[in-house]
């Protein structure tokens, strides 16, 4: 094993939309946790969020912090007590973020990404939100964390597993069956990787409700498309399916005009699942909700999907690839974080390579 260098540079946000690429110390792992050589990271736009100080006190608890949780890397170097679980070091792997306690009845049940200790120091952790992420040439996580990248997959591809693993769940959380018709609200990364999740689980349709260069993306890759600046959603959708609406729709664009688009695309007795965040409350129809028998549930994260997409990643089944727009060095920080803020840039996944 070559020798650790003691410094690495790192994205540190000082304060809100502060931020440089520092010199600071490689962090050192504690039990059960591998440092590893981050090679990709990609932006998700909580990253985005993050930076501009959107989430106060919470994501991240304080400023100076180093953002990032969409990776991939090698491991360089174990703690105490990781070789018992295999890992070792040049081990090649994808991370995802939550590191929950692994104890409560949430966790004992498999639902960590509801730990019941979220956030409590020293019982649970999520890298690039309430812990040093992996805007850095280093990083440590927990061996919970960790997944082995199939050699047939990239850094780059590594890095996207876990918006991956986050599409699944949604569409896992929607519990779309064979030959439902799906209908999904925003045509972001999660929206158009959710599609591709619809499709893993069966759905005969996928219809992608969204606008500009990101809904022709998704045409592109062979979805039905709305676009909701020309049309009324609500009424295309319907008068797609007969009037009768879809079976499932998965939320992610998180704004609340399409909450209640995708609530009002359903056929009765349908289900939504939202993975989107609306930053205000929303109010929804619930006479409809009642009288139809509407079913609204959350998404929140992964549980146990990053090892269930991993092969279908790697067989090209969720599309992966298709999202990646821009690639840039970890010293053009700044720049990556512009082009995709830029909605002119026709940027969808940006990869920061540390
Ligand atoms: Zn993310
Ligand atoms: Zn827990």
């Excluded at 979220?118 to 280093?138: E, F, I, R, S, V």
């Excluded at 409700?209 to 600046?229: C, H, N, Q, W």
């Excluded at 991993?310 to 992966?320: A, C, F, L, N, S």
Aim: proline residues 5%.
């Amino acid at each position: 094993m070559t020798a650790l260098p003691e410094t690495m540079q790192a994205l540190v946000v000082s304060a809100p939309s502060q931020m440089s690429i520092q010199e600071v110390p490689v962090p050192v792992p504690g039990r059960n946790e591998v440092l590893a050589r981050v090679r990709a990271v990609s932006i998700c736009g909580t990253d985005a969020h993050l930076i501009h100080g959107d989430y106060p006190g919470f994501w991240p608890p304080a400023f100076p912090f180093i953002p990032g949780h969409e990776w991939a890397g090698e491991i360089a170097a174990l703690g105490p007590g990781a070789d018992l679980y295999g890992w070792r070091v040049g081990d090649r792997v994808a991370g995802t973020s939550h590191d929950a306690c692994g104890v409560c009845q949430k966790c004992v049940e498999g639902q960590y990404n509801l730990c019941e200790n979220y956030g409590k120091p020293g019982l649970h952790k999520q890298y690039g939100h309430n812990q040093q992420g992996a805007d850095a040439t280093y990083v440590v996580q927990g061996v919970k964390t960790i997944f082995r990248l199939p050699d047939a997959l990239s850094f780059d591809d590594g890095a996207l597993v876990d918006p991956a693993s986050i599409a699944l769940h949604v569409a896992n959380r929607g519990g779309v069956r064979p030959g439902d018709t799906v209908a999904i609200t925003g045509a972001g990364t999660i929206g158009m990787l959710a599609g591709d999740a619809a499709l893993i689980r069966g759905a005969g349709r996928v219809i992608v409700v969204g606008r500009g260069y990101r809904l022709a993306k998704a045409g592109a890759m062979g979805f039905e498309t709305v676009d909701s600046s020309a049309v009324d959603a609500v009424a295309t959708v319907r008068a797609m399916t007969g009037g009768l609406g879809a079976d499932v729709a998965l939320e992610c664009a998180g704004v609340p005009e399409m909450v209640n688009a995708a609530l009002g695309m359903l056929r009765r007795g349908g289900r939504c699942a939202a993975v989107g965040i609306p930053t205000v409350g929303v109010e929804i129809g619930m006479q409809r909700l009642v009288l139809d028998e509407l079913e609204l549930v959350g998404s929140r994260a992964s549980a146990g999907e990053m090892r269930r997409v991993m092969p279908h990643v790697e067989q090209g089944r969720i599309r992966i690839r298709e999202m990646v727009t821009h690639r840039f060095t970890l010293a053009q920080y700044q720049q990556a974080i512009d082009t995709f803020n830029d909605r002119a840039s026709g940027a969808i996944k940006i990869i920061v390579n540390p």
